[in-house]
């Protein structure tokens, strides 16, 4: 059972377009993170969202956690080349006792912005 | 600062070696992980270390063996692997509640020959 979807998979746009990553759950979860990856590297932590409705921006990369705390967005608004990689959401599913150490990962979304 | 380290970059190594992947952090981190990576496919969890102690294993056959000598060091021995383990292995560590958010290493790019 995949306990974060996330779409889509695969999103190659043009530098200057807006985009946005999904990241959903029937599960409520006390903290969710996005990462980016770039080829053959460790993914990096771009964000953590930890209260319902929050929103939190990272220059051109706005996030949001749903009210709710079962989803949340990623959206980066004039894309540029750079911003090319694997866009990871991960999160800690709520009341999982000695499992709380563990993050549920998105299947991921790799992004290719074209110049 | 929130790096952690891994060593070696690469490596290459026969079905019948015995080798080991290294992984540091020095921001008093408590918990330690070891993942393996697909190429685009996300992180799967081998195991977490827990105040030094092995708190999960994902079932991961026992041809990979985790050692966590201290609260900065991580290792992962490896002995009589298959072809099919060459991926990316990644470290990552994380302090404390409420978030557990984790900061990854470099990742080591193991091939198995």
């Known amino acids: 059972t995949q306990l974060l979807e996330q779409s889509p998979q695969f999103l190659s746009i043009q530098e200057g377009e807006n985009l946005t990553v999904y990241c959903n759950s029937s599960s409520v979860f006390s903290s969710l993170q996005w990462y980016r990856q770039e080829p053959g590297e460790g993914p990096v932590l771009l964000v953590t969202?930890?209260?319902?409705?929050e929103v939190k921006k990272l220059k051109r990369l706005t996030f949001q956690f749903g009210d709710a705390r079962k989803d949340s967005s990623l959206h980066i608004t004039a894309a540029q080349p750079g911003d090319t990689g694997l866009y990871l959401c991960a999160g800690q599913v709520r009341n999982t006792g000695g499992s709380n150490y563990k993050l549920t990962f998105g299947k991921g979304t790799l992004l290719t912005v074209n110049p | 600062d929130t790096e952690v380290t891994q060593t070696p970059k690469h490596l290459v190594m026969g079905m019948t070696n015995k080798k080991s992947l290294k992984c540091e952090q020095h921001m008093g981190h408590r918990a330690m992980y070891w993942y393996k990576q697909k190429a685009k496919k996300p992180p799967e969890l081998m195991f977490v270390?827990?105040?030094?102690?092995?708190?999960i294993n994902e079932s991961v056959p026992s041809r990979f063996s985790p050692e966590c000598p201290n609260s900065s060091l991580l290792n992962l021995h490896l002995h009589a692997l298959q072809p099919e383990d060459s991926a990316l292995y990644l470290c990552?560590?994380?302090?404390?509640?409420?978030?557990?958010?984790?900061?990854f290493g470099p990742g080591t790019r193991l091939t198995v020959t």
């Open positions: 270390y827990s105040y030094e102690k092995l708190s």
């Open positions: 969202v930890v209260t319902g409705g």
């Open positions: 990552a560590s994380s302090l404390k509640p409420p978030t557990y958010e984790q900061y």
